[in-house]
């Protein structure tokens, strides 16, 4: 079973940058699509972005422009660059499938916390 495990979070001030990365204990070149998640405190996970094998790109509107997802040479990793980061971007970051029928357990995410 593929084990999902998130980093790069950490403390950042408004307007700052952080480059957050996803690795699979197996690959994810299968996947049709993969996908950066967040959850903040008493809101629902809400998709972010998603990347596809032949390299479509989608991203929520409120951070187009600001955010970048791009997979891996390793088949396994997926990256979210995220620049000008606002308070509101301020949740935890999960990766995972898009589609439900690919989807892995969720892992422990990581916290993004942007201060003003």
């Known amino acids: 079973q593929v084990q999902l495990v998130e980093s790069g979070g950490g403390l950042v001030q408004a307007g700052g940058s952080l480059r957050l990365s996803c690795a699979a204990s197996?690959?994810?070149?299968?996947?049709?699509?993969m996908g950066w998640y967040r959850q903040a405190p008493g809101k629902q996970r809400e998709l972010v972005a998603t990347?596809?094998?032949?390299?479509?790109?989608n991203y929520a509107d409120s951070v187009k422009g600001r955010f970048t997802i791009s997979r891996g040479n390793a088949k396994n990793t997926v990256a979210l660059q995220m620049n000008s980061l606002k308070p509101e971007d301020t949740a935890v970051y999960y990766c995972?499938?898009?589609?439900?029928?690919?989807?892995?357990?969720w892992g422990q995410g990581t916290q993004v916390t942007v201060s003003s």
């Open positions: 990347i596809t094998n032949s390299g479509s790109t």
């Open positions: 197996e690959s994810i070149f299968s996947i049709i699509a």
């Open positions: 995972n499938a898009d589609r439900t029928r690919d989807r892995r357990s």
